[in-house]
Antibody, heavy 120, light 108 residues
Framework: QVQLQESGPGLVKPSETLSLTCTVSGGSMSNYYWNWIRQPPGKGLEWIGYIYYSGSINYNPSLRSRVTMSVDTSKNQLSLKLSSVTAADTAVYHC??????????????WGQGTLVTVSS | EIVLTQSPGTLSLSPGERATLSCRASQSLSSTYIAWYQQKPGQAPRLLIYGASSRATGIPDRFSGSGSGTDFTLTLSRLEPEDFAVYYCQQYGSSPFTFGPGTKVDFK
């Protein structure tokens, strides 16, 4: 079965760029939408955006000016960059595969998530 | 942006009882583009329901979803101990896709 695993620095300084990687195992990235979703500690879920395996993207307008997503199907990885971070970007960041039955816009499976703290 | 409201915020019940969770959208969804997720502490959310009423793979039939337009419901027919968790609805009818604030189902 497909498994997703996020990785990256757990601490980022304010104004710097957050960079995360999601490694997909047990299946191909082809023909799927790949999403990033975040959850501030003790709070709800926020969709950051998706990237299709071929590279087309859709970002949340609230983050669009600071987000870059990319995909490397040869490595079975997707990546997220979020620039000019502030404390408000402190969250657990999840990658998740879009379910084909939802047109890619509902999510399963998810990675366990990685906590990124923005602090000096 | 479509805003989702969930009620109640917390539902205190006992195993074996029925749970009814509500999700209301700020605008009518053009189709039944609502999903429900379960999240336990320290875990990633798990997809339960999509298309308002279709169960995801491996989800037991005690979970059911219904609704259309702006009002949607997740029903747990008979709570099992492992069902005590936070439940989120999500709309995917209009980008940006948004989640509700969640309903916590805890032990009475």
């Amino acid at each position: 079965q497909v498994q997703l695993q996020e990785s990256g620095p757990g601490l980022v300084k304010p104004s710097e760029t957050l960079s995360l990687t999601c490694t997909v195992s047990g299946g191909s990235m082809s023909n799927y939408y790949w999403n990033w979703i975040r959850q501030p500690p003790g709070k709800g879920l926020e969709w950051i955006g998706y990237i299709y395996y071929s590279g087309s993207i859709n970002y949340n307008p609230s983050l669009r000016s600071r987000v870059t997503m990319s995909v490397d199907t040869s490595k079975n990885q997707l990546s997220l960059k979020l620039s000019s971070v502030t404390a408000a970007d402190t969250a657990v960041y999840h990658c998740a595969r879009g379910l084909a039955s939802c047109g890619g816009d509902c999510y399963g499976p998810w990675g366990q998530g990685t906590l990124v703290t923005v602090s000096s | 942006e479509i805003v989702l409201t969930q009620s109640p915020g917390t539902l205190s019940l006992s195993p074996g009882e029925r749970a009814t969770l509500s999700c209301r959208a700020s605008q009518s969804l053009s189709s039944t583009y609502i999903a429900w997720y379960q999240q336990k502490p320290g875990q990633a959310p798990r997809l339960l329901i999509y298309g308002a009423s279709s169960r995801a793979t491996g989800i037991p039939d005690r979970f059911s979803g219904s609704g259309s337009g702006t009002d949607f419901t997740l029903t747990l027919s008979r709570l099992e101990p492992e069902d005590f968790a936070v439940y989120y609805c999500q709309q995917y009818g209009s980008s940006p896709f948004t989640f509700g604030p969640g309903t916590k189902v805890d032990f009475k």
